[in-house]
Each structure stands twice: as structure tokens, then as C-alpha cells.
Nanobody, 116 residues
Framework: QVQLVESGGGLVTAGGSLRLSCAPS????????VGWWRQAPGKEREFVAT???????KYEDSVKGRFTISRISANNTVFLQMNNLQPEDSAVYYC??????????WGQGTQVTVSS
């Protein structure tokens, strides 16, 4: 499968917004479901959101109402719009196929830092 590459992280103050992007590193015509995960220092990687081709979207409880996942079907790019960011949202954010493969390969992710 084509590797997915994350971008768009940065440093914001609490209440700010960021939009993350997840795009395939190469050309692909496959239809696949994508999810976002995040990992804060000293914590396990956790699921954040996913968007399915069935139009179903799922969110982790703490981001509901603040984060929105969307997709541009033409180029298989998936976005994570993050509003009202809080310090506890600080983490490295990763995108990957959903559900995760048996042995998922993770990219470098994109760092999100929210200052209070």
C-alpha cells in the first residue's frame, strides 16, 4: 500500500486552530478508509478520528465538536480541522489506514503543540 504522509502541524495558543493533511506519497486509485491517531509524550497512541467511504465519521469523545475530519476524493487527501485546541491536544499526530493493518507502518507524523 502507498504510504500516507502527514503535514500541517505547528504551535498555537489555546483556543487556536490547525488543519492537518494526510496525502498518499504516490499515485493511487484505490479507495481506502483513513484515520488519525495521536501520541503525547509518555502516553499510548490513541485514536482520534476516521472517515469512511460510506460517509460515516467517528471521533474520540474528547475531540467531538472541536475536530472535523474530511476528504477530497479526487486525490485521496484527508484533512483534520482542529478548532478550539487545548494543551491536552498537544501530541504527534499520525494518519494511517483504517482499520489499522495487522502490522501498521507509521510515518513521522506531524507535531501539534498547544500552549496555555
Amino acid at each position: 500500500q502507498v504510504q500516507l504522509v502527514e503535514s500541517g502541524g505547528g504551535l498555537v495558543t489555546a483556543g487556536g486552530s490547525l488543519r492537518l493533511s494526510c496525502a498518499p506519497s504516490g499515485r493511487t486509485w484505490s479507495r481506502y478508509d483513513v484515520g488519525w491517531w495521536r501520541q503525547a509524550p509518555g502516553k499510548e497512541r490513541e485514536f482520534v478520528a476516521t472517515t469512511l467511504w460510506s460517509a460515516v465519521k467517528k471521533y474520540e469523545d474528547s475531540v467531538k465538536g472541536r475536530f472535523t475530519i474530511s476528504r477530497i476524493s479526487a486525490n485521496n487527501t484527508v484533512f483534520l480541522q482542529m478548532n478550539n485546541l487545548q494543551p491536552e491536544d498537544s501530541a504527534v499526530y499520525y494518519c494511517n489506514y483504517y482499520p489499522l493493518p495487522a502490522r501498521p507502518e507509521w510515518g513521522q507524523g506531524t507535531q501539534v503543540t498547544v500552549s496555555s
